[in-house]
C-alpha cells in the first residue's frame, strides 16, 4: 500500500543525501472500466494519485507524443502510466497501456509539468514548463512551491515537434537537467537545478546559505530590487526575474528614475531604428518562440532614414513604404496563419513566465489556511450527522473531530488536485480541458497566478523555560492569489461585470511561524483587493485618465451589481470592511461618490464602509499618517482577529475582511494593505509576548517592507505592465523625491503600454482562459482592440431581448413567427453600401418577412418594412466585403452577406415611430387612422423644403424605394464569436441559439437564407434561380471605396503593433 500511496517529496536540506533514495510509485492512471455513465474526468482509479507528477518524460514517435512520468534516480520511465497525444489539430489525448506503441525512450526530454493544450488556426500545441523557480517550502520540507520559469511550446506536427524537443534537449545538456542524463546515473533534483540556476546566474552560493534576510552594508537604500540593466540590447522575449525567491538582496546602489522608462521604450521602440524585414531571424529563447525558420539571415535591416529623406514621394507615399516594407500583408493563408500563431504562441508563453505563475505538486495553494480547516471541520460535521443515523459505510466514515488539528491538512486529500483547489485561482483550467476530459489525474498541474515569497527575520525577546539565545526566528510567508474572473490589463478591465466579479480582485494572505516555549505558533491574516464595484471605464489615452460610469448602465443596473458583489464576498471572507482610497475629489470624484452613495443606498448587514482619500490624507509625501487610518479602524481589527494555531489546537479564527481599493488597485492599496498587514503582525506577535521594542529600521522592518514592496510590483506588472508606484515607501518606509520621479516615469511607460501592447495581450489572456476563440484574434487585427468577452454576452442578450420586442410589436396577430436574427445592414433600402450601418432585426414569419430599424437604447421600434413572402422575386448571397485592409476583414468565409429583392407592391408595409399619431408613408394626404396603409410612391416628390420635421422623417424614409419596381434590401452576417460563460462550478455554458453551430458567417448566412428559401416554398412561391451566388460586395469594390487616409491609418497601427 506504500507503494501506492506515497509520494516522492523532496528531502530536506539537512537530510545525507543517498545515491538510491527510496522511490513511490504512483498508481496508474488509466482510468477503470466502469458502467456508471460518468465521464473519465469524474472518475478515479481504485487507488487514486492525489498528486501531480513532477517529472514528465516527452517523446516524438509516429503517431504521436507519448508522456509518461520519470522518477529520480530511474533510469527508466514508469511503464505503469503512458499518454499518447496524436499528430494534428485539436489532437486527441488517450491513457495507453504499456508499451502500447514502440518508441525510444533513451531520447525523452524531460519537462516539469503540462500547462496545456492551444488550438489555433493552423495546429496545436503542448505547452510544457521546461524549467522553474524553486520559491521555498511552505512550513514544511515537503511543501515546495515553485515559479514558472520557462515554458515550450511543442506544435502536435511530427517534423516540427521533433525539431523543438531536439533544442530543448540540447539545452538541457546545458542546464544538466534529468532529461539527457546517461543510463545509470543518478538525478538529484536539487543538484541539477542549482546548477542550472548558476549557469544561468553566473553565481553559485554558498551550500551552507541560509533562508535568512541578507543585509546591505550601508543603510541608504533607495531600492530594494535586483540592478537595472545598463544596456538597451534586451531580447524580446526575456521576462523579468521572478521576484519570489527565500532570500531578498537589497542592493545598496540607489536605482536610476529613468531606467524602467528607457528599459520600457528600448523593448519596444527599438524596431523604429533597425527594422528587419518580413521573415528575418530574430533572436529569441527557445521557450517563446518555436524553433524552425527559414534561414533568411542574409536580410539587411531596413533603413528608414533613407526612405524618410526621399524627397521625390510625397508624405502618404512615404508611410505607404515604410509600412509596405516593414509591415507587408501576409500573401498566402499560410503565411497569415503562421504570422499570427507565431505571435500569439510567444505571448502565451510570455503571459506564464513573466513572472508571477505559481504550483505546487503536493498540496493546493490556492486556499487559506483557514479555509481549508473550514472545509475540513465542515466535512467533519457532516459526516458526524451522517453517521448517528448510520447513513454511512465504513469506506467513508472520517476520523472523528478532535481539539488538535495539522497545520497542512488538506480537506479532501484523496481527490486529484485539481479537483481540490479554487477554480476562482486555477489559471491554466481551460488549458488542460483535453487531459480532465481524458481523466489522466496526474498529468494535470494547476497554475496559479499573484505572488509567493518565503523570508524569515529575528526578533529580540527575553527567554522563558527552556529557551536559549535573545532572539527568535520568525518565518514570514505572503502569499497573493490573482482571480481568473474578469482578467485583464487595467484599462481593459474595469470595475464589474454582470456575474458580480470585479477586475484586479487580489486575495492576499500572510501567514506567520514562530516558536515560544518549545511550542510552533502558526498565525494566517488575509485582506483582498478589487475594483471598484460598478459599471465604469478609463480611456487609456492620456497621462492621468479620468475615470467614468458607463453611461449605457442605469442605476438599478450598478444598484443590482454591487449587491451582488458584496453578498457573494460575505459568504466567503464573513463581515465585509470597505476601505476606498480613492480620491473623493477631482478626477476619480465621480466613481469615488458613486460607489459611497450606493452601498448606503444598500445599506448591507455586516458591510462598514470607510471613504479615506489617500492622496489628501497623505499630501505632502506623509504616508505615516496612514496610522490615522489604523486608529480609526482599531475595533474592527479587535472584532476581527486572525487565524492562529498553537500546539496543533485553533486558538483563534479570523471573523471578517478588509476589501481594500483605490482606483486601480495598485500602487496606494498596496501600501495600505502593507500598514494593516504591519499591524495584524504586530498583535500577532504580541499574543506570543513578541514585542519589538527597538527604534530605527529593524530587521524585522526592512523584511516586512520588502516582502509587501515585492507584492505590489508582482500585482502590478500583471494588472498595469510596470512596478508598483509607491514602492520606496513599502521598501524602505520612506517617501522621497527620488521615489516621486521614478513614479513619473513608470506613468509615462504605463501608458504606452496601454496604448500599443495591451489589447493584444488582452485578447490572448481572454483565449487562455476559455472566454473567447479564436475570433479575437480576428477581432482584433482588424480594430487593433477586442471586446470584453462579459460585454458580448451581455450583447447576446440584449439582441435576443430586441427579437423578442420586435415580435411583440410588430408582428401581427396570429402570425406564426419562423425564426429572428439580428443582422448588419446599411440604414435606407435598395443601397448595399451606405454612410451609416446599423444593426436590424429580420423576423421571419409563416406570412412575411419583417425588415426591422430597432433602438437599442431606447429599447423600440423605429422602423418596419413587411414584404410580404409572395412579393419576395429572389436572394442573393456571397461576400460582404466593407474593408479590404485586414486579412480578416477581407476573408470571404467571415463576411459574408445576402440580397433580398421583392416587388414594389401595394402589400408591402412601412411604418415609422414618428411619436404622432401619423406614421403612414401615403403624404398626399392626412391618415384617417393609425393603421392607414401605405400609399402611392409617387407623392414621394413633394419638395422637402417644405416639409415639416415629421414629413422630413417620413420622406427621409421612403424616399430610396419610391418609384421603384423592385426593391431590395442587404444584410451582413454578424460576426460568428461564441464568447462563453462560466458556470459557478468553472465549467462553461455554450450559446443555445440556432446559429451557434455555425462555423463562419458563410455557414450563418446559408442557414438564414435556407429558413427564408424553405418559408417562400411553403407558400408556393420558388423558380429555379431563386437562390443564387454573388458577391453583395466584392474585394475589389471594396479597396475602390476604401480612403487613402484610413489605408495609411490602418498602416500605422499596424506597424505600432508588430514592433510592440
Not at 476559455?770 to 460585454?791: A, C, H, I, W, Y
Not at 411553403?1018 to 489605408?1047: C, P, W
Amino acid at each position: 500500500m506504500k507503494r501506492l500511496f506515497s509520494k516522492t517529496f523532496k528531502a530536506p536540506a539537512a537530510a545525507v543525501k543517498s545515491s538510491q533514495p527510496p522511490v513511490a510509485i504512483p498508481a496508474t492512471t488509466n482510468p477503470p472500466l466502469h458502467t456508471t455513465g460518468l465521464q473519465p474526468k469524474d472518475t478515479l482509479p481504485p487507488v487514486p494519485h492525489p498528486c501531480p507528477y513532477e517529472y514528465i518524460s516527452v517523446v516524438a514517435t509516429s503517431e504521436g507524443l507519448l508522456l509518461r512520468p520519470r522518477l529520480p534516480g530511474h533510469t527508466e520511465e514508469l511503464s505503469e502510466s503512458e499518454v499518447k497525444v496524436e499528430w494534428g489539430k485539436g489532437g486527441k489525448v488517450e491513457a495507453l497501456s504499456p508499451d502500447a506503441i514502440e518508441a525510444n525512450w533513451d531520447e525523452s526530454v524531460v519537462v516539469y509539468g503540462i500547462v496545456g493544450f492551444l488550438e489555433l488556426y493552423a495546429a496545436s500545441y503542448l505547452l510544457v514548463i521546461s524549467s522553474r523557480n524553486e520559491v521555498g517550502n511552505f512550513l514544511d520540507p515537503r511543501h515546495t512551491v515553485y515559479g514558472v520559469k520557462g515554458v515550450t511550446a511543442i506544435p502536435l506536427v511530427e517534423d516540427r515537434a521533433r525539431t523543438v524537443l531536439a533544442a530543448l534537449a540540447s539545452r538541457n545538456q546545458v542546464d544538466r537537467r534529468a532529461s539527457l542524463l546517461p543510463p545509470g546515473a543518478t538525478f538529484d533534483p536539487q543538484d541539477t537545478e542549482g546548477a542550472a540556476r548558476d549557469s544561468i546566474d553566473g553565481t553559485k552560493e554558498d551550500e551552507s546559505r541560509s533562508p535568512r534576510v541578507k543585509f546591505a552594508e550601508t543603510d541608504q537604500v533607495k531600492v530594494v530590487s535586483p540592478l537595472p540593466d545598463k544596456t538597451f540590447d534586451v531580447q524580446e522575449d526575456q521576462g523579468p526575474p521572478s521576484p519570489s525567491s527565500t532570500i531578498s538582496t537589497p542592493s545598496s546602489v540607489a536605482s536610476n528614475p529613468a531606467d524602467n522608462l528607457v528599459k520600457t521604450l528600448a523593448e519596444r521602440l527599438s524596431f523604429w531604428s533597425k527594422l528587419p524585414k518580413k521573415g528575418s531571424r530574430q533572436s529569441a529563447s527557445i521557450d517563446h518562440t518555436l524553433v524552425e525558420q527559414s534561414d533568411q539571415s542574409g536580410n539587411e535591416p531596413l533603413d528608414l532614414e533613407s526612405i524618410v529623406k526621399d524627397e521625390s514621394k510625397d508624405p502618404e507615399e512615404v508611410l505607404d513604404s515604410i509600412v509596405s516594407s516593414a509591415a507587408p500583408p501576409p500573401q498566402t493563408v499560410e503565411q497569415k496563419h503562421t504570422e499570427l500563431e507565431n505571435k500569439i504562441v510567444r505571448e502565451c508563453i510570455r503571459e506564464f513566465t513573466r513572472g508571477g505563475m505559481y504550483f505546487s505538486y503536493v498540496f493546493d495553494i490556492t486556499r487559506s489556511l483557514q479555509h481549508k480547516h473550514e472545509l475540513i471541520e465542515k466535512a467533519k460535521t457532516q459526516n458526524a450527522l451522517l453517521e448517528s443515523p448510520n447513513a454511512l459505510d465504513d469506506s467513508k466514515r472520517l476520523s472523528p473531530a478532535s481539539d488538535t488539528v495539522d497545520v497542512l491538512a488538506e480537506p479532501s486529500a484523496a481527490l486529484p488536485l485539481w479537483r481540490r483547489v479554487d477554480r476562482r485561482f486555477w489559471w491554466n483550467e481551460w488549458l488542460s480541458k483535453p487531459l480532465i476530459d481524458a481523466g489522466l489525474h496526474p498529468y494535470i498541474l494547476p497554475i496559479m497566478q499573484g505572488f509567493f515569497q518565503i523570508s524569515t527575520f529575528s526578533i529580540p525577546r527575553e527567554p522563558v523555560a527552556e529557551e536559549e539565545g535573545d532572539s527568535v526566528a520568525v518565518e514570514y510567508i505572503i502569499i497573493s492569489r490573482r482571480s481568473r474572473d474578469r482578467a485583464g490589463l487595467r484599462y481593459q478591465r474595469r470595475g464589474i461585470d454582470d456575474d458580480a466579479n470585479v477586475a484586479n480582485f487580489v486575495e492576499t494572505e500572510t501567514v506567520m511561524r514562530v516558536e515560544r516555549e518549545g511550542i510552533q505558533n502558526v498565525f494566517s491574516h488575509v485582506q483582498i483587493r478589487g475594483s471598484i464595484p460598478l459599471y465604469w471605464n478609463q480611456q487609456g489615452m492620456a497621462l492621468k485618465p479620468a475615470p467614468q460610469l458607463n453611461p449605457e448602465r442605469t442605476h438599478d443596473q450598478n444598484l443590482r451589481a454591487i449587491q451582488q458583489h458584496l453578498e457573494k464576498t460575505k459568504s466567503m471572507y464573513g463581515p465585509l470592511t470597505i476601505v476606498n482610497l480613492a480620491e473623493q475629489h477631482g478626477k476619480e470624484g465621480q466613481v469615488t461618490n458613486a460607489y459611497g452613495q450606493y452601498v448606503n443606498e444598500l445599506h448591507p448587514e455586516d458591510v462598514k464602509y470607510v471613504a479615506y482619500d489617500f492622496h489628501a490624507e497623505t499630501k505632502g509625501m506623509k504616508y505615516e499618517n496612514i496610522s490615522k487610518l489604523i486608529e480609526e479602524l482599531e475595533r474592527i481589527f479587535e472584532s476581527q482577529g486572525y487565524f492562529w494555531i498553537s500546539d496543533n489546537r485553533i486558538m483563534s479564527k479570523q471573523k471578517g475582511v478588509f476589501r481594500v481599493n483605490c482606483i486601480d488597485g495598485l500602487d496606494r492599496t498596496n501600501v495600505v494593505e502593507s500598514a494593516f498587514a504591519r499591524h495584524v503582525l504586530n498583535r500577532q506577535l504580541g499574543a506570543v509576548a513578541l514585542l519589538n521594542q527597538d527604534k530605527g529600521r529593524t530587521e524585522m522592518d526592512i523584511v516586512f517592507n520588502d516582502v509587501w514592496a515585492n507584492n505590489g510590483d508582482a500585482i502590478s506588472r500583471a494588472y498595469a505592465g510596470t512596478s508598483a508606484l509607491k514602492g520606496d515607501f513599502t521598501r524602505t518606509g520612506k517617501r522621497d523625491l527620488a521615489g516621486l520621479l521614478n513614479d513619473g516615469v513608470n506613468s509615462l511607460a504605463r501608458m504606452y503600454s496601454s496604448t500599443f501592447a495591451d489589447w493584444f495581450s488582452q485578447a490572448v489572456i481572454d483565449f487562455i482562459l476559455g472566454n473567447r476563440t479564436t475570433s479575437v484574434f480576428s477581432e482584433f487585427l482588424n480594430k487593433l482592440q477586442s471586446t470584453d468577452p462579459r460585454e458580448l454576452i451581455r450583447i447576446s442578450k440584449i439582441r435576443a431581448d430586441a427579437i423578442a420586442t420586435c415580435v411583440s410589436r410588430v408582428l401581427q396577430e396570429g402570425e406564426r413567427l419562423l425564426s429572428g436574427w439580428t443582422l448588419f445592414a446599411p440604414e435606407e433600402l435598395n443601397a448595399k453600401v451606405g454612410d451609416k450601418f446599423e444593426e436590424k432585426v429580420l423576423l421571419l414569419s409563416a406570412k412575411a418577412l419583417y425588415i426591422i430599424s430597432y433602438d437599442y437604447t431606447l429599447e423600440k421600434v423605429k422602423m418596419y418594412t413587411r414584404v410580404p413572402l409572395g412579393d419576395i422575386e429572389g436572394i442573393t448571397k456571397g461576400a460582404y466585403i466593407l474593408s479590404p485592409l485586414e486579412e480578416a476583414s477581407r476573408d470571404p468565409l467571415q463576411n459574408a452577406g445576402f440580397i433580398v429583392s421583392w416587388r414594389n407592391s401595394q402589400d408591402q408595409d412601412t411604418r415609422v415611430t414618428s411619436y404622432s399619431i401619423r406614421n403612414s408613408l401615403d403624404l398626399s394626404s392626412p391618415p384617417a387612422s393609425p393603421t392607414t396603409a401605405t400609399g402611392s410612391r409617387q407623392s414621394m416628390t413633394i419638395a422637402r423644403r417644405s416639409m415639416l420635421p415629421l414629413s422630413r422623417i417620413l420622406t427621409n424614409a421612403a424616399a430610396p424605394v419610391a418609384g421603384q419596381d423592385t426593391v431590395f434590401a442587404a444584410f451582413k452576417a454578424l460576426p460568428i464569436d461564441p464568447a462563453r460563460a462560466r458556470r459557478e462550478s468553472g465549467s462553461f455554458i455554450q450559446a443555445t441559439d440556432e446559429l451557434a453551430n455555425a462555423k463562419n458567417c458563410k455557414e450563418a448566412v446559408d442557414m438564414i437564407v435556407d429558413a427564408i428559401h424553405q418559408a417562400c416554398k411553403d407558400i408556393g412561391n420558388d423558380h429555379a434561380a431563386f437562390v443564387t451566388e454573388g458577391d453583395v460586395v466584392s474585394l475589389a469594390e471594396a479597396q475602390r471605396m476604401t480612403s487613402v487616409y484610413a489605408k495609411m491609418e490602418y498602416g500605422v497601427k499596424r506597424l505600432l503593433w508588430l514592433g510592440s
